[in-house]
């Protein structure tokens, strides 16, 4: 792990114009763009309403913009100095969810604000990256090394993935655990430990099975074959299938798409919305869409590399990973690749917590862009 915290510019007293001309706007135009597209596929899932679902996703996406800006333009120091804190605070929505959460297709994950349902899980996603990246700032290889110094890690970890899996929610909890091994592995920890608790994992496996629940093993054994039960517990990923085989080369055209628009696809708006988009845009429209996605992910991985203290590296390059989860599993998931887990399209998806963290997530990440060159020390409060 290579520590680039000496000899750097120091970037305390700059203006808010200075800190708006910092701001990669292309980068903003970019995830506008893909919201954007996300907003016609909501129109079209609405056969060509604006209701019940795209107004209402336009007008979270002009309050996660504002909110991606405000977050920023804050010193990046600030984020570092409540990066516990703001994890605190997530760990104990997911407590609070757990006593009184509101329960929705068969699982308890929301928290009831009146004005939006607040999914705690979400956030968690955002405030342990965080929260690992303050642990791991300024921590030598030698630190790494040492199973006693990543004993704190992996309980920040462990302890939000049990509360997620009681909710239940396995696809968040196994995005958790992801991004947090992606943390370790940047930070330098040995391969033989990622081995180790695979290894155990693995052999774990009956037991977690044991402990699934039945709705759980049914989607394990849909994608195996999900041909044994097409109009059971097959049906979505089968009908899935079938819409993005007939988009064809160059799709059925906006608002033409069958499977959708005569409702044989299931949640059109959130889980399946690729889909739909595959459908009516077909193979050429869909890898233009996914060039967008990788373009947002080289954003974030060059923002990461550029920035010259730990923290931002590691916030940045978590928050990249964390993107492309989001992605990879909506995506693979709708194809048949890998199990139904109902991890939500970012910018695409219908959804209020999920638009909101994904927003922060941006945020975060153009205010590494912005004080990519602060001054930290090695637990970065001295300079503050």
């Not at 920023?72 to 760990?91: E, N, P, V």
């Not at 342990?128 to 199973?147: K, P, W």
Request: with cysteine.
């Amino acid at each position: 792990m290579i520590n680039l915290d000496m000899g750097l510019d120091p970037q305390s007293n700059m203006s808010l114009g200075e800190k708006l001309g910092q701001i990669s706007w292309s980068l903003v135009l970019l995830i506008t763009a893909v919201a954007c597209i996300g907003f016609a596929m909501l129109y079209s899932a609405a056969n060509g309403n604006f209701d019940p679902w795209a107004t209402r996703q336009i007008m979270r996406f002009a309050v996660g913009l504002v909110l991606m800006l405000v977050v920023a333009l804050i010193d990046i120091r600030l984020w570092l100095k409540f990066s516990y804190f703001l994890y605190g605070i997530a760990f104990f929505l997911l407590i609070v969810v757990e006593i009184m959460g509101h329960v929705g297709m068969g699982a308890q994950r929301w928290i009831d604000l009146g004005f939006m349902q607040l999914q705690p899980s979400e956030l968690m996603k955002v405030t342990l990256v965080m929260a690992l990246a303050r642990y791991f700032h300024g921590a030598s290889l030698e630190d790494t090394g040492r199973i006693t110094f990543l004993i704190p890690a992996l309980v920040m970890i462990v302890a939000p993935v049990c509360l997620v899996l009681l909710q239940p929610n396995l696809g968040t909890s196994l995005m958790l655990l992801m991004v947090s091994g992606a943390i370790f592995w940047l930070v330098g920890v040995r391969l033989w430990k990622f081995a180790l608790v695979i290894g155990s994992v693995l052999a774990a496996i009956p037991v977690i099975w044991h402990f699934m629940h039945d709705y759980q093993k049914n989607r394990v054994n849909t994608f195996l074959n999900p041909e044994n039960d097409p109009l059971g517990h097959g049906y979505h990923i089968m009908q899935s299938k079938i819409a993005l085989g007939s988009g064809g080369m160059f799709g059925k055209g906006f608002l033409m798409g069958s499977q959708s628009h005569l409702n044989f696809l299931p949640e059109k708006q959130t889980d399946f919305i690729f889909t739909m988009l595959a459908e009516e845009m077909g193979m050429v429209g869909a890898l233009v869409f996914l060039a967008m996605y990788a373009l947002l992910l080289v954003y974030g991985y060059v923002i990461a590399m550029r920035c010259r203290h730990q923290y931002g590296r590691l916030v940045a390059m978590g928050l990249t990973v964390n993107l492309f989860l989001y992605m990879f599993i909506n995506i693979a998931m709708v194809m048949g690749l890998i199990p139904v887990v109902g991890v939500p399209l970012p910018l695409i998806s219908y959804g209020g917590s999920s638009a909101l963290t994904v927003m922060i997530g941006f945020g975060l990440l153009l205010c590494v862009h912005v004080h990519r060159d602060v001054r930290m020390s090695r637990r970065g409060m001295s300079d503050f």
